[in-house]
């Protein structure tokens, strides 16, 4: 049932209203930790859900869920530290130049936070995914546009996080779900909303993009678009280890169907004997891989249709065909092109655009000026990947040169490793120049909860007005900075 424009109206202001009850940051850790136990609680019946909504597999939902879980369990480790507060106190000081008068800083949650969800993560990108707890982390209430395909699992995880509020004295508006496409227009549009967060395509986030730009109050819009994820295998790699090269890109671009946000869309491959086979294992390996199914019909035409227009391009080889692979499934291929075709704008473009399910481009180089021709015309990404020599990777040769010619491009720069596998830790960056991104922040990772914080600063307040958090004797324990020291 789709919710009408006064039923968004009744969730924002829940959410609002729900907003107290997140303050204390206590309040909030618990609640994070109960979230994370009533799922587990759940989870043969929400994995069943899953399952029966995106046909992703039990295996693969199950260690998705025990993900969720993790998350969010780390974040109220991260809420009970304090760290990400940002505290800083600096005392009058009539000798500096100019005079420094009383000042104290630190950040407070922006308010209730819109977020869109993911279709191929019901669990780690959706209701209870990333964008929801590290809102709900950072003291914001959330109100979560459901994805159409999975809209009854939506439902249950809802009630199932808003268990854990009741279980802490939190209200359910603190959890708003709406679904359908005029929703998720109205609550962008909506005063109430503070930010917002999404996974998806480019389309679909650009659309919503403009709507938070255009209100006449904007507001912070953080979305995840779409990534190419370009590879580059030097020809000492290639020469080193090709064949392991070869199987490991089969493995990365057809893991999940290749539903991936991080699948390897791009590889530059030397053209060389030591590319051919490169190109041999990996024929090996995508010839062996099974059919998969997509998540849903309109996402496997458009693959189909993708396949079918790259593949049609003059020089574009497909010694891997991909395409249908049954009446519900897709097989795995992959696409061979002349790198020199990709240095200059025209048809071939399209190459260089996210195809979404199990196929890739490789892209065959003659030498390094046409590597650097190709990656100066990509767009943004979430990641790029080179994989060197071991004698490159110890500094001979290229190595540096090519990790500081990648680090514009990517938000994550791997060296000998496959992008497929977003690790949950402190030191994460998921995020890209744009298109992989609209903002510089992360979506996964410990500063992820940074993007629905504001900083504000305290001038000349007596003691006894300020918030715990900024008084001298740091009562609550917390890192900060105290007169230009770091204390912890």
């Keep these: ?190 005063p109430m909303v503070a930010a917002a967060g999404f996974t998806g395509s480019v389309r679909g986030g650009r659309a919503l993009f403009d709507e938070a730009a255009a209100r006449p109050v904007p507001i912070p819009f953080h979305g995840e678009l779409g990534s190419l994820n370009p590879v580059l295998v030097t020809e000492a790699a290639a020469a080193e280890r090709g064949e392991a090269i070869g199987a490991g890109l089969a493995g990365s671009m057809t893991l999940g169907v290749g539903q991936f946000c991080v699948k390897p869309g791009l590889v530059l491959a030397p053209a060389s004997a030591a590319g051919d086979a490169l190109l041999k294992s990996l024929t090996d390996a995508v010839s062996d891989t099974d059919p998969g199914v997509l998540l849903d019909h309109r996402m496997r035409d458009n693959f189909l249709a993708g396949v079918t227009e790259r593949a049609q391009l003059p020089d574009v080889a497909t010694p891997v065909t991909a395409g249908a692979g049954g009446e519900h499934t897709v097989s795995a291929g992959f696409l061979t092109v002349p790198a020199e075709r990709l240095t200059r704008e025209g048809a071939y473009d399209l190459l260089l655009e996210e195809c979404f399910g199990p196929v890739t481009v490789v892209a065959r180089y003659t030498d390094e000026a046409e590597v650097r021709a190709v990656l100066s015309r990509l767009p943004g990404n979430l990641t790029a990947t080179v994989h060197l020599s071991s004698e490159e990777a110890a500094g001979e040769g290229r190595g540096a040169e090519l990790l500081r010619e990648l680090t514009p491009l990517a938000g994550r720069v791997l060296v000998n490793g496959w992008p497929t596998g977003v690790a949950v830790a402190p030191a994460q960056h998921h995020g890209g120049p744009y298109p ?53």
Excluded at 151 to 168: D, G, H, N, T
Excluded at 457 to 484: I, M, T, W
């Design 1 to 190: 049932m789709e919710a009408t424009a006064q039923e968004v109206d009744a969730a924002v202001r829940a959410a609002d209203e729900a907003r107290e009850a997140l303050t204390d940051r206590t309040v909030r850790a618990a609640f994070l930790r109960s979230a994370a136990d009533e799922l587990e609680a759940a989870r043969d019946r929400l994995v069943e859900a899953a399952d029966a909504e995106t046909a992703l597999g039990p295996v693969r939902l199950t260690g998705e869920l025990a993900r969720t879980c993790y998350q969010l369990r780390a974040f109220a480790g991260i809420v009970e530290e304090g760290a990400f507060l940002d505290v800083v106190v600096d005392h009058p000081d009539d000798t500096a130049t100019p005079p420094v008068p009383d000042l104290r800083r630190y950040k407070i949650p922006l308010g209730v936070v819109a977020v869109y969800s993911a279709s191929n993560f019901p669990f780690a990108f959706s209701v209870a995914g990333g964008d929801t707890l590290t809102a709900l982390a950072a003291g914001c209430p959330v109100v979560v546009k459901a994805h159409p395909d999975h809209p009854a699992l939506s439902e249950l995880v809802a009630k199932v996080i808003r268990r854990a509020a009741a279980r802490q004295g939190v209200p359910d508006g603190v959890l708003g779900l709406v679904h359908g496409f005029d929703a998720g227009i109205e609550l962008i549009r909506h």
């Design 436 to 488: 992989a991104t609209t903002s510089t922040s992360t979506s996964v990772g410990g500063t992820a909860i940074e993007r629905w914080l504001r900083p504000v600063v305290y001038q000349g307040a007596p003691e006894a007005l300020l918030p715990p958090e900024l008084k001298d004797d740091n009562p609550l324990g917390l890192p900060r900075r105290f007169n230009g020291r770091l204390e912890r």
